[in-house]
């Protein structure tokens, strides 16, 4: 069983759609990271969350310790969103990161 | 902006070579990590240095060594390739500080090499 789960796997949306990519984590975290990554090219990193929520332009973040669970929004997708997403945690004890496997998101213009 | 680089983004060699491969960060960051990507299994950690000739074992570190001599240079070093390391291979780096602890930073990715062994 991975320690972090990611759904959906795949997504194709149209152009000026909102979308919502989900993390669930089954270890205690101090951290969760979103991840970008286009085809080809590095990793971006997002986000960084220990509680609540963030927001960066059209990107929305949010987390729920209690419920272990984080969301990742595209408000008004655009084709250059397409990329990887990809969720990470931090474990809260000892030195551990998990990583999800990624969803592939294509937005059609 | 911090900058990670890598020293090949392609690379090809032959079973039973030793490969090294190369990570650079320019902005004093304490912490680097090796990491590999395989296709469904995502990003697993080899292995990370959290201070210059400090080096703690990540998930799969079978088969790896590195090297951390200076601060702003991490080596992953494979002694002898075998085709089951074909894969894309990811530095990062990070700040060491009190926030989320020495692993909770934000980490900086290199663009990664993609190493191919025949």
């Known amino acids: 069983k991975n320690e972090v789960e990611q759904s959906p796997q795949n997504l194709t949306a149209q152009e000026g759609e909102f979308i919502t990519i989900n993390c669930s984590y089954s270890v205690g975290i101090s951290a969760l990271h979103w991840l970008q990554q286009h085809p080809g090219g590095g990793i971006v990193s997002l986000f960084m969350?220990?509680?609540g929520k963030k927001k960066h332009g059209r990107l929305i973040a949010t987390i729920n310790i209690q419920e272990k669970h984080s969301s990742l929004h595209i408000t008004a997708s655009h084709p250059r969103d397409s990329a990887v997403y990809i969720c990470?945690?931090?474990?809260?004890?000892?030195?551990?990161?998990?990583f999800g496997t990624g969803t592939s998101l294509t937005v059609i213009p | 902006d911090v900058k990670v680089t890598q020293s090949s983004r392609y690379l090809v060699k032959r079973t039973g070579e030793k490969v090294f491969l190369e990570c650079v960060q320019d902005?004093?960051?304490?912490?680097m990590f090796w990491y590999r990507q395989d296709p469904g299994l995502g990003l697993r950690l080899i292995y990370f240095?959290?201070?210059?000739?400090?080096?703690e074992k990540g998930d799969i570190p079978e088969g790896y060594s590195v090297s951390r001599e200076k601060k702003e240079r991490f080596s992953l070093i494979l002694e002898s390739a075998s085709t089951n390391q074909t894969s894309m291979y990811l530095c990062a780096s990070s700040l060491s500080g009190l926030a989320g602890g020495r692993w909770g930073n934000e980490q900086f990715f290199g663009p990664g090499t993609r190493l191919t062994v025949l």
């Open positions: 902005m004093d960051h304490e912490n």
């Open positions: 240095s959290y201070d210059v000739k400090m080096k």
């Open positions: 990470a945690v931090r474990r809260n004890t000892g030195n551990q990161f998990y």
């Open positions: 969350l220990s509680s």
